[in-house]
Every structure is written in C-alpha cells, then in structure tokens.
C-alpha cells in the first residue's frame, strides 16, 4: 500500500487534509482527570459488585439527604473500562465516544460536502466539544447523546422517517440515567417540535408523530432508579450557584482559551444568517441562538452549542457556498509529498501512543503521595475534614474506613446548609475553628494555604502530617504517630489513579 502511493503520489489538498485529521487524533488522544473520576470509578465498581444502587452514601459522615446517583450508568462504564485495561480502558472508552460524535458529524455532511468541508466540518466540532470531553468525566455521555438527538432530528427533516424520531425516546431515556445533561435534550426536542408544528408542517398527522415523539421522550427518562424523583432532583439542583466548578461559571470568567469554543461556532452562526437569509431554518437558528446564548452564562453549555452549529446550520452554509464535488476534481499528485506522509503518520502514531495509556491529573487535584502514604501507613481510620477537590481521591483511597466531610459530589448527598458551612469553613470566616468540633470530625485534611490551617494549630489541632501543600491535623488528645514533615515532593508528574482503591 506504502509502495502504490509513492508510485501514484499524493495531491497537496488530500496531504493537508491527513495533517489536519493527525493533528485532530493527537489533540484529543490526550486526556486528564478532574477531581471526581476517582469517585466515579470507585462508586461504578461498587454497583458492579453489589449489583445494586445505593441511596444511603457509605463514605460520607456529613450527608444528610438520600443520595442520587444520576451518573450511575455512566459509571457503570467507566469501571468496566477500567477493570479491562485501567486508564488505557478509561481513555479508549473517552476516545470511541468522540469518534462516534466526528462520525455522525460525516454522515451529517457527507452528502452536501466534499472531504475538505467534511474535515472542516470536525475541526469545528473538536474546538468547540473539547473542554467537555478531554477529561474523563460522565458529561462525555451528554456529548454523545446530543449529537445523536440532533442527527435524528435533522435526519427526519430530511427524509420525513417516522423511524428516525423511534430512536429518540431511546437515547432520552438512556441519557437520563447517563448525566444531568439530558434536560438540555428536552429543552432542544420541545423547542424543535414546537416550531415544526407551528411553522412548518401544520398537518394533523405529523402534529400527531411530534407531539407523541416528545412525550415518549419525556416518559422514557423516568426509566431510572429514581423514577419521577430524579425529575425533582434536577429540579431541584439545576442552578448557577456552584463557585467552585469551572463548568458553572459565565464565559467570561474563564481563560480565553475557553472562549475560542464559543466565539467559533459563534461566528459560523452569524455568517450563516448572513448568506443563506431567509432560506435559513428559523428552527435551527433558534435552538443554536438559545444554546449560545446559555453558553455565555453556564460555559459547560458550549459544546451543546458547538454541536447545534455543526449540525444544524453548517450543512446548508457549506451547501450555497460549495455544492458537493465542487472540490474532488482531479489534482496533481506529487511523489514528494507521497513520500512525506509516511513520517508524518509515524510521528503522529508515535505521540498518541504516548498519550492513551496515561490520565494526567493537575497537582492541585490530589495532595502530596507522601500525604496519602501517612495516612496508609498509620492506617488512620475515622472521620475526616476534607478540602472539596480532594474528598472523592480520599474515598478511592481509604473509603469506607475513612469518612470524609465534603467531596464533588455536592448536591447529590450534601445539603446546600453543609455545602455553605464548609466553604465558610474553608475560607477561616467566624466560627470555623470550631467547625470541625461541631461535626466531629477526627481529623483535618485540607491544603496548606488555607488561612483557617494556622487558627486551627492555634486553637490545639496538632499537625501530624505537614507536606509543602498539605496537612494533616488531628486532635491533640489522639494517637496518629509521630508528626511526619516533608519539605519537598518528587511526586510529579501526577497521574490517575496512582494506586489501587481500597479493598480493590
């Protein structure tokens, strides 16, 4: 096969086109952990093992509400991935839910674009899904599910199949036990559905087939653990109030390497309005309107909006700009840049099997291994105060023996009361040295910076552990060895899951 390329040579157009799908499988080969993965995979193996979902939270000595698992599907995957090959199986789990998406992204446009549009095309989409699906984390599933929503949708106008929409209520119902994100499906459908009937299609018959394609969408998300009560929990939870996730946050409030995922689909958005005016679909320009203008005040919204741009107003843009074939006429070839692909690829494989079998994590996620090596060593056992990043990386590690006071988890087990008294807590506010007397903690693990770690010292919690971005207190009165001081850490890089969970 090498040797017939080099004999017929390679057009310039089809060498930048394999640069650019290199550079895409490089970009996204690559993957991190936030601070829940440990959680999640951990909480996926106990289903596993005890063939059940719990409602009563294990791990957690502060909990005080029924604990709803709305990701437990999503974890379910996650640790039958890493049970068959650890992080490798996490990642490629991560990486066969992206090519889905780029898949339904061809299909989508493969029958109004040539291949340079195409790739394009998923260019567009990596740049504008990336941040929601570089970490391994349960909203990969909304991604998924969303692109799949939108295919069928677009599919339908196309080809006027009561078929297509029979999937939907399909993926609703899976979406609904994989992630939360399936609200913003619903919200997509109705929108959808509503202007179908009113604008386009008024007859009774297809009324009929949309407005029961919704409720059957509808119905289907109660096909959960939790029946209708998950609909109280969104209800419920769904909200802008979360500081502390990224996710949460305005657009505006992020680095601007975040904004390029909005100001992208953005202004294909724009641009298509522009050419195609009124032959546009008012539909489809208002559910990506909506989408983007969600995206500047929630950001985990952009890859919606991304995805909506791709899928239902970038086909009809590339269609009045450049009819199919327009671009596959023949070029010439050239044995030199024949020759050159071979490297390339080699380089390209090279750096992503570099990347696959490790999950990076950010140091700020995990404490020092020196901590987590104290608290082995001295098999500390009880209740602990724990920093928010950290409680979910406690529990993979020292669960259930050790208890922890606050974790990612956040509205699923705690209340917002709890929420608010350990940020109070963990901003040294009046009242916080004796905050973990109040709950009865036996212990403290939190970062070393915090302004409330010299009060507590102050007030009689002695350190047992002090690392150059930890510490571990305990009360004066109990026994947990000698204090340990590290002053410098060779624990870097950090990588999930470092080691096995507990009783794992």
């Known amino acids: 096969m090498i040797a017939k390329l080099y004999r017929e040579g390679l057009d310039v157009r089809s060498f930048l086109l394999l640069i650019v799908l290199l550079g895409l499988a490089v970009t996204i080969s690559g993957t991190t952990a936030d601070p829940d993965l440990?959680?999640?995979?951990?909480?996926?193996?106990?289903?596993?093992?005890?063939?059940?979902?719990?409602?009563?939270?294990?791990?957690?000595?502060?909990?005080?509400?029924?604990?709803?698992?709305?990701?437990?599907?999503?974890?379910?995957?996650?640790?039958?991935?890493?049970?068959a090959a650890g992080p490798f199986g996490l990642n490629l789990l991560r990486l066969s839910i992206i090519a889905i998406v780029l898949a339904l992204v061809w299909r989508r446009l493969?029958?109004?674009?040539?291949?340079?549009?195409?790739?394009?095309?998923?260019?567009?989409?990596?740049?504008?899904?990336?941040?929601?699906?570089?970490?391994?984390?349960?909203?990969?599933?909304?991604?998924?599910?969303?692109?799949?929503?939108?295919?069928?949708?677009?599919?339908?106008?196309?080809?006027?199949?009561?078929?297509?929409?029979?999937?939907?209520p399909i993926i609703t119902g899976l979406w609904a036990n994989f992630h939360g994100g399936w609200i913003v499906g619903l919200g997509t459908l109705g929108a959808w559905t509503a202007m179908r009937i009113v604008f386009t299609d008024r007859t009774p018959r297809t009324a009929a087939l949309l407005l029961g394609t919704s409720a059957a969408a509808l119905a289907t998300t109660l096909l959960n653990p939790y029946g209708v009560g998950l609909w109280a929990f969104i209800q419920s939870t769904v909200g802008l109030g979360r500081p502390l996730i990224s996710d949460w946050l305005p657009m505006f409030k992020l680095p601007p390497a975040f904004w390029v995922a909005w100001i992208v689909p953005s202004a294909?958005?724009?641009?298509?309005?522009?050419?195609?005016?009124?032959?546009?679909?008012?539909?489809?320009?208002?559910i990506a309107a909506l989408l983007g203008i969600g995206a500047l005040r929630v950001s985990r919204l952009d890859a919606f909006f991304a995805l909506a741009v791709v899928f239902l107003l970038l086909p009809a843009w590339i269609a009045a700009t450049a009819p199919s074939g327009a671009a596959d006429r023949p070029r010439r070839r050239s044995r030199l840049i024949a020759a050159l692909t071979v490297p390339a690829v080699a380089a390209a494989l090279l750096a992503v099997s570099t990347r696959l079998t490790r999950i990076d994590v950010r140091p700020s996620f995990v404490p020092e291994l020196e901590a987590e090596t104290y608290v082995r060593s001295h098999r500390l056992a009880g209740r602990?105060?724990?920093?928010?990043?950290?409680?979910?990386?406690?529990?993979?590690?020292?669960?259930?023996?050790?208890?922890?006071?606050?974790?990612?988890r956040r509205e699923t087990v705690y209340s917002d009361a709890m929420f608010a008294a350990h940020m109070r807590f963990y901003s040294g506010e009046d009242g916080a040295v004796g905050y973990p007397d109040a709950i009865g903690a036996d212990y403290?693990?939190?970062?070393?910076?915090?302004?409330?770690?010299?009060?507590?010292?102050?007030?009689?919690?002695?350190?047992?552990?002090?690392?150059?971005?930890?510490?571990?207190?305990?009360?004066a009165d109990r026994h947990a060895g000698p204090p340990s001081v590290v002053s410098e850490t060779a624990d870097l890089p950090?990588?999930?899951?470092?080691?096995?969970?507990a009783g794992g």
């Open 384 to 408: 602990m105060l724990t920093w928010f990043d950290w409680g979910q990386y406690v529990i993979w590690q020292f669960g259930p023996q050790v208890q922890v006071s606050m974790d990612g």
């Open 38 to 83: 440990w959680g999640h995979v951990r909480f996926g193996l106990d289903i596993l093992d005890t063939r059940e979902i719990s409602q009563t939270d294990p791990y957690s000595f502060t909990s005080d509400r029924a604990w709803v698992n709305h990701e437990w599907l999503a974890e379910v995957l996650f640790a039958l991935a890493y049970r």
């Open 110 to 168: 493969a029958p109004v674009a040539n291949s340079f549009f195409v790739v394009i095309a998923m260019v567009v989409t990596v740049v504008g899904i990336v941040w929601r699906v570089y970490p391994v984390r349960p909203q990969l599933f909304s991604v998924l599910m969303f692109a799949l929503l939108l295919y069928c949708l677009t599919r339908f106008d196309t080809t006027r199949s009561a078929r297509t929409l029979a999937a939907i």
């Open 268 to 286: 294909i958005l724009v641009v298509a309005c522009v050419r195609l005016g009124r032959r546009i679909d008012p539909a489809y320009v208002a």
């Open 494 to 501: 950090r990588t999930f899951p470092r080691r096995t969970p």
């Open 444 to 475: 403290i693990w939190i970062p070393k910076r915090l302004t409330v770690a010299s009060a507590l010292r102050a007030a009689g919690w002695r350190a047992a552990f002090e690392g150059p971005e930890s510490l571990i207190l305990v009360r």
